[in-house]
């Protein structure tokens, strides 16, 4: 007997139209089969996809805000601008030369990266340099704050522990780099004494303009030449033109958070020599400790360009705590100090700090010197805002202008060389955390209230 398949079978003893709907029952499944396995296939295949194609549109998002806020900060002005970014942190650097008072610098770049660098879930670093020196950050954390209602109360400014921000930002592009940048700073100086009868006050007005290079990280050149305008008792080399400061200056960073610079050449009172800053803020910054060491010889110039000098060498120094009020913006200083007659003393000074402005009272006394005391005052010089043009040099006026009055009219006790020409009470006080907060602070209201 033949043996019958199946679809024999099927045929023999069911009708054709049976054996038809078995027939597309069959295709049926196996077409629903090999549908829900493509299903099965595509569906991931396409989640992840999907899923690659949102990463990339998110970080593009994220790169676009980033360099909108470079741009940003371009425009603005800024010098040496970086930009770092990774999976939790979006890192800037910025150096304000355009701005004469770093603190009104700060506010400014704060306001542009708060409207369009800052992301969401993302902690965002702004790093301050000085001729490249990392010297202080402003830090926003991400909490439950909505990025288009942070303000300037939202940022944590610190000198201390960004380390790890600044390595992921130092060695990305620098835009706008302050390298061979030239200025010509003109510094007003104005001098009186009263040590005579017949005359109330003999004064002499200097207008001394300098050219300022700035050269490698941390490293500026400085000449400067010294007109006298007017003059009404004062002799000598004051009677004539001649070279001012000229020095060089390197500015450092070092470990635990310690800031300084070394500056060499021709300073004034008659030195030249070389001078060590060091600085150093404590965890609770309200604190900080000061130092500077020099050793200078007398040295001037007799005539335009002869310069002399004898071999002697005088060594002094300065050290001692501050502590800063940040409420009133007080800072308070204690120095033991030894000067150029290597008398040994002590120093303490009250200054009040204004956006534009220095006010500070001191007493010392010293051995085999009578006490003393007086009045510094320091005014910050327009204009306030002053862009720089692509690379060509840059005329403005000196940070600030001021004067010291010596109630006790000592002239030869006291005295320590001031060895750059912009170093004064506004100069060592402008990356000063509080004093940054607090001027962010007054403009972020002045901002408010124009609205």
Known sequence: MKNLGMSEVIRIFAPDNIVN???????????????????????????????LIACFVGVSSVKAQSDVAVEQLLALGFENVRCSEDSSEVVYTIESNVYKIQAVGAARAIEKVQSVGLVEGKKCTVI??????PLIALTYRPDNDRVDAVSAENWNITTRDFGESWKKVKKSKKRNSSFLNVDVVVYPQFYYKNIIINQIYQILLEVSPAIEVTLWSGAKLTAQMIWPAYNDGFTGEYENTRPGYITLQQQFRLPYNITGDVRLGVFDLRTYGGELNLKYFFKDEHFSLSGKLGCVGVGYYKDFGKFTYNGDQKWYWSVGPDYYWARYNVQFKLRAEQYLMQE??????????????????????????????????????????????KKFPRITTGLSTGTTYNGGNERNRYLMPVSTADDNLLKQNQFNPFFIRSTMTQIHKENINSE
Do not use: W
Request: charge should be positive; proline fraction near 4%.
């Open 21 to 51: 709907q078995t027939r597309h029952l069959r295709r049926g499944m196996s077409t629903l089969h090999l549908s829900c396995a493509r299903s099965f296939v595509r569906k991931p295949v396409k989640l992840a996809v999907f899923f």
């Open 128 to 133: 301050m340099t000085d001729n490249g020196i």
């Open 344 to 389: 040994i003393g002590i120093k303490g000074e009250m200054i009040r700090h204004f956006r534009y402005c220095s006010i500070g009272l001191y007493a010392e006394k010293a051995q085999h010197s009578k006490s003393n005391g007086g009045f510094r005052i320091y005014v910050s010089l327009p204009p306030y805002k002053y862009k720089r043009y």
